[in-house]
Structure formats: C-alpha cells, structure tokens
C-alpha cells in the first residue's frame, strides 16, 4: 500500500510560477511511476508530467518548456515545478504512482493522491 499526501497548490497570478510536492509512504521501494495529471471543471483528466524509473521524465505539450518534473529519492518526494502559468493551467492536480508488476512500465497497483487546487488568476 502506498500513500500520497501533496501540497503547494494555491492561488498564483498569470506569469508567476509555484511548486508542487507529493510526498510517498507505505510500500515505497515497490513504485516504478509518479507524476501528475490534472482536472479543469467541463474538461477531462490531463497528463501533465511524469518521472519513471527515476530517471524517464515524459511531459503533456501543453506544459513542455514551462513545467518540470523531479525527484528526491531520500525524501521519497515528487516535485513538479510550474513557471509560466497560465489561466488555462488552472485545475486540480492530482499525484499519482504506479507500483509493482513485472513489466516496465506496467502497472500491478496505482495510488492516486487527494488532490491540490491550482487556480491561475489575477
């Protein structure tokens, strides 16, 4: 069993940058995938940016250039680092990990977290 717990969201003008942190627990060695996907009212869940196998990074082009992932491996911490942001990006941003399996890049178990308001506003 892994556990998210996130934090950093908030309320943030057009232009201005804020950081996202998800924090793992539980069954932490057994996670291959974390990054983020996110919601906006009236649209569906978005990919926005995710680190496998610690070392992969993949990004929605939406946000190519403009957000970027990373990863603390002591701190068992995923961080998504937003500059740039835009009315648009205004969403809920949910953590998420995948773990176990056999198959890289495959999935036995996925773990999702509580959700963090992102609202880009002036």
């Known amino acids: 069993q892994v556990q998210l717990v996130e934090s950093g969201g908030g309320l943030v003008q057009p232009g201005g940058s804020l950081r996202l942190s998800c924090a793992a627990s539980?069954?932490?060695?057994?996670?291959?995938?974390m990054g983020w996907y996110r919601r906006a009212p009236g649209k569906e869940r978005e990919s926005v940016a995710f680190i496998r196998n610690g070392i992969t990074t993949d990004y929605g082009d939406s946000v190519k250039g403009r957000f970027t992932i990373s990863r603390d491996n002591a701190n068992n911490t995923v961080y998504l680092q937003m500059n740039g942001l835009k009315p648009e990006d205004t969403a809920v941003y949910y953590c998420?990990?995948?773990?176990?399996?056999?198959?890289?890049?495959?999935?036995?178990?996925?773990?999702w977290g509580q959700g963090t308001q992102v609202t880009v506003s002036s």
């Open positions: 998420y990990a995948g773990a176990g399996g056999l198959i890289l890049n495959e999935y036995e178990h996925e773990y």
């Open positions: 539980g069954s932490i060695f057994s996670i291959k995938a």
